[in-house]
């Protein structure tokens, strides 16, 4: 059994009389410490695939399966427990509280957790041991997608999720962070899925799952995954 499963899932939004079918019967497989990339062009429903697998979204048929538990049979408080416990979201807009210090927004995740990761540890594996106690309007853009990693992985989650990491980075910072991602999948075996719209990250994926329509259009397991510096953007 893989450690996240899909199977024929869909999800539709009622937008007054029309009906929109965001995800069309999708399915794939994702094994435990796989960096995962799920790639396609805008409206493609790769949101909305990340959103149901992290349990910020209900899907409306199908089953979805995390590490042997189906998710897609939850109820909203078992959820709401998923999402807190399991599961780590890295946004592209970051989203940290401007009024704490990066440290202080790593802590909030960290408090919250069964099991958290030691807060300065994770701070140094994110390259931020220095900058701990700047508020996010003193760091970078790509320095506060670090935090915003830090966050997510203080938590000890099962599953990294990242919507559009680098989206709003630029090429060599944007790889800064996609690397940070792939060496943190590599040494703490976490299971990691970005989501993207740059067919250049493909290469660095050991799987990669291409939606077009709200459909799976090609599933492709990759048995020799390149490290990002060896990547053209
Ligand atoms: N909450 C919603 N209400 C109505 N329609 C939605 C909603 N969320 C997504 N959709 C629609 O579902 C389809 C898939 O959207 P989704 O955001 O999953 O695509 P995407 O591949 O992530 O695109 P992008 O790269 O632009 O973010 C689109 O047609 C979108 O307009």
Redesign the pocket.
Known sequence: MSYIKLEKVKKR?K?GEVI?T?VDGVDFEIEQGDFAVVV??????????LNILGGMDSLDEGIITVDGRDISGYSSKMLTEYRRYDIGFVFQFYNLVQNLTAKENVELASQISKDPLEVEKVMEMVGLKDRMNNFPSQLSGGEQQRVAIARALAKNPKLLLCD?PTGALDDQTGKSILKLLQDTCRSTGMTVVV?T?NSALTGMADKIIR?RN?KVAEFIVNENPVSVERIEW
């Open positions: 939004y937008m929109i965001a396609g062009p805008s409206g493609a429903g790769k949101t909305t695939v559009e989501i719209h939606m709200g």
